[in-house]
């Protein structure tokens, strides 16, 4: 029934809290139908929730309320965290809502519970199709703008970030908030270069694209957005997914799916290829292409094809995707016959295909120290996936991390490489038991992870297999977006002795969540309700520490480590707070000889990156970059922007020349891996684990030397 997918207590009681009077909702369509009239929005119909929901929203409410880690009461205080999380959800820049509309939805505070408890939604689409209704307008609007142009020499302003500004109080207002907001995005395109025409397709373009994609919404995307707003206002890592969703989060974790492989993506109207996926079933037919359009979908070779031209682009995708094996049929308008292509159909075969991409990576550093070159190899691992379905129905060869990463291990010993280092930068975790399963690839058998319930009950999760498949020097980087499962495999290599852990702190991510499939609960066979995975559990060390909000602290901190309270889970309002077990029974490496070398290991970094131009380049990039996410407001005159823009640009480019400079490259050469600057972090990291090896090396010399000194001394005092 449940699956242990993602690594991803407070109390809250009940409060009695003044309930206002039930707000009669027809009063507030009555009202709302004096807003400012939208000439597209009579043409799309109110959209309402289906019976699935019905059947949905009960079993999230017994799930959440029955066995999620936080005990959580639906009440008035939960049904006030609801409201304000779902406004939020949908017009978190305060852009298209009036301080009137909050007025009104302030009625609804207390009673988001009740339409949960009675699974009555009415009132929450009647407040989306407000949201819909506005943006369209705001969509129209942004193109009426655009095309009465602009005076860019007005001392003027325009603010991007608006989630704490007050709501606008009436429709000019708001009109001045979009007006400055399409100025802005004008004034963006010409300082890039954009000559006016092209700014003007380009910005007509997006805005009817927005309009269009608002239309497109349906009431299964109303739905999984309120249920998301009411489930993450218990705990941010609780969710809920659509049917849709939830395909392709088994596509995510599995990192497969069936289907031709392209990567698609819309314009205007058209679903057009992106990119072609290697290997897969459109590569080898070599009758698809990047850029081509795609404008209708048949399936196998006697169906009839449908028009697809302004669909909802997952919903082409639907068409195009299917069972391994089956033909889709495809009416294209390559790309090399122009615009005016009168349309070619071809058939493809639908295969697996591999999504390489988020798979583990392989690659080896060389790292000069004169003397010799050592090879260090790595492993990028993008996330801890496993193919569910694969690994549950017996196929033998089902893919996983654990699997993939000793694959690419014994590639890389065969390569001779003297160290390795799992990069997870990035890595925001995935499957809880293949961050077990990978740990024990680096030691023999024992506790890997600790697992706290809601009834207080710790568990222990144990690698039982005594096989190592390396044994040799390892390092472990990680950053600040380094979580969840991430976070299990660096602590326990960490608690171990294993290696070193080397890079930021990471994000602090210390919770477990379980998979629901509604679907199991459907009262017909072709009721589809989706999924849900809620928080069951808590993870702790095996020292006994959580890494809920502190994350792992490396061995050795890289100079971009930041000091920063509020990013990875410490800057979640409702998160979890940390907390403390008692210590697992484990055997701990002999950290002797680590231990003893890490204050050089240390000083060697340090005195490295002192003086290494790329950290500065590095550094000193993150500090304007910091800059300028810290800006909320920027000017809307041009001469003044235009200066701010060559200032930061002069910045950059003297940083980038000195680097260049530093590194005795010319102008369009690139560096020794192949990328300017490349991957400064990582090389540094290749640095470290080779200075690990060597000191370690040294001083087991100096204590063997020292041993056969003691005993020749010994031998001596013997003959005298």
Request: proline share 4%; with cysteine.
């Amino acid at each position: 029934m449940i699956k242990s997918t993602d690594c991803r207590s407070n109390q809250t009681t009940k409060v009695p809290i003044g309930r206002a009077r039930r707000w009669c909702w027809s009063c507030f369509l009555a009202i709302s139908l004096t807003l400012p009239c939208v000439s597209t929005y009579a043409e799309i119909a109110p959209l309402r929730a289906l019976p699935g929901h019905q059947r949905a929203v009960e079993l999230i409410n017994y799930f959440i309320q029955r066995y999620h880690y936080r005990t959580a009461q639906l009440n008035d205080d939960l049904s006030s965290q609801i409201l304000d999380r779902y406004i939020e959800t949908l017009d978190a820049n305060r852009s298209y809502f009036l301080a009137t509309d909050i007025e009104r939805f302030e009625q609804m505070r207390f009673h988001v519970d009740d339409y949960l408890r009675k699974q009555e939604l009415d009132h929450i689409f009647e407040l989306f199709d407000l949201y819909r209704e506005r943006a369209i307008d705001r969509a129209e609007f942004s193109m009426r703008i655009l095309s009465e142009g602009f005076d860019l020499n007005i001392p003027e302003s325009f603010r991007f970030n608006r989630s704490t500004s007050p709501w606008p109080t009436d429709q000019a207002q708001l009109d001045d908030i979009w007006r400055r907001r399409v100025k802005n995005d004008y004034l963006s395109l010409k300082l890039a270069g954009q000559p006016h025409d092209e700014i003007l397709k380009t910005l007509g373009d997006r805005y009817r694209q927005l309009s269009r994609r608002t239309k497109q919404i349906t009431s299964t995307d109303v739905f999984e957005t309120f249920i998301n707003a009411y489930i993450t206002s218990v705990e941010p890592h609780t969710s809920y997914f659509s049917p849709r969703s939830t395909e392709n989060f088994k596509i995510r974790m599995s990192l497969s799916l069936e289907g031709i492989g392209a990567v698609l993506q819309t314009e205007n109207e058209y679903t057009v290829v992106r990119r072609i996926v290697a290997g897969g079933p459109a590569e080898l037919s070599q009758l698809l292409n990047a850029g081509d359009r795609i404008i209708s979908v048949g399936q196998n070779e006697d169906r009839p094809l449908v028009d697809v031209i302004g669909w909802r682009l997952d919903d082409v995708v639907d068409l195009i995707r299917g069972p391994k094996s089956t033909v889709v049929r495809l009416k294209i308008l390559p790309l090399q016959e122009g615009p005016d292509a009168s349309g070619r159909i071809i058939s493809i075969v639908r295969d697996t295909i591999r999504l390489e991409e988020q798979a583990a990576q392989k690659s080896v550093i060389p790292v000069d120290r004169g003397d010799h070159v050592y090879r260090i190899g790595v492993i990028d691992l993008p996330t801890f996936y496993v193919d569910f379905d694969g690994r549950s129905s017996g196929q033998a060869d089902y893919r996983s991390t654990t699997r993939d990463v000793a694959r690419l291990v014994k590639e890389l010993q065969a390569e001779n490489i003297d160290g390795l280092i799992i990069d997870l930068r990035g890595n925001g975790g995935g499957a809880l038991t293949e961050a077990t399963t990978l740990t024990g690839l680096f030691i023999e058998q024992g506790p890997i992870v600790q697992v706290k319930d809601a009834k207080g009950r710790v568990r222990v999760k144990h690698d039982s297999d005594p096989t190592i498949i390396y044994r040799g020097a390892l390092a472990v980087l990680v950053d600040g977006n380094s979580a969840s499962a991430s976070e299990i495999f660096a602590g326990a290599i960490q608690d171990y002795g294993r290696g070193l852990v080397i890079g930021e702190p990471t994000y602090g991510k210390g919770t477990v969540q379980n998979l629901v499939d509604l679907d199991r609960y459907a009262r017909t066979k072709d009721e589809k309700l989706g999924q849900l995975k809620f928080t069951i559990a808590q993870f702790f060390r095996i020292n006994g520490d959580s890494t809920q909000h502190k994350g792992v602290v490396p061995d050795i901190l890289l100079p971009t480590a930041r000091d920063d309270t509020k990013s990875g889970e410490r800057g979640l309002e409702n998160a979890l707070p940390w907390q403390q077990v008692d210590s697992a029974r484990y055997s701990p490496f002999d950290q002797s000889d680590l231990s003893a070398a890490l204050s050089n290991i240390r000083s060697l970094h340090q005195t490295r990156v002192a003086d290494d131009p790329g950290f500065e380049f590095l550094l000193s990039n993150q500090t304007l970059d910091n800059e300028i996410a810290a800006l909320e407001v920027v000017s809307l005159l041009e001469s003044k922007r235009q200066v701010e823009r060559t200032q930061r640009q002069s910045v950059r480019d003297s940083l980038t020349t000195a680097l260049r400079k530093a590194w005795n490259l010319g102008e369009d050469e690139k560096a020794s891996d192949g990328e300017f600057p490349g991957d400064i972090v990582l090389n540094e990291t290749a640095q470290i684990l080779t200075d690990t090896m060597l000191e370690l090396r040294h001083n087991r010399m100096l204590a063997q030397h020292s041993a056969h000194s003691s005993t020749e001394s010994d031998s001596s005092k013997q003959d005298q």
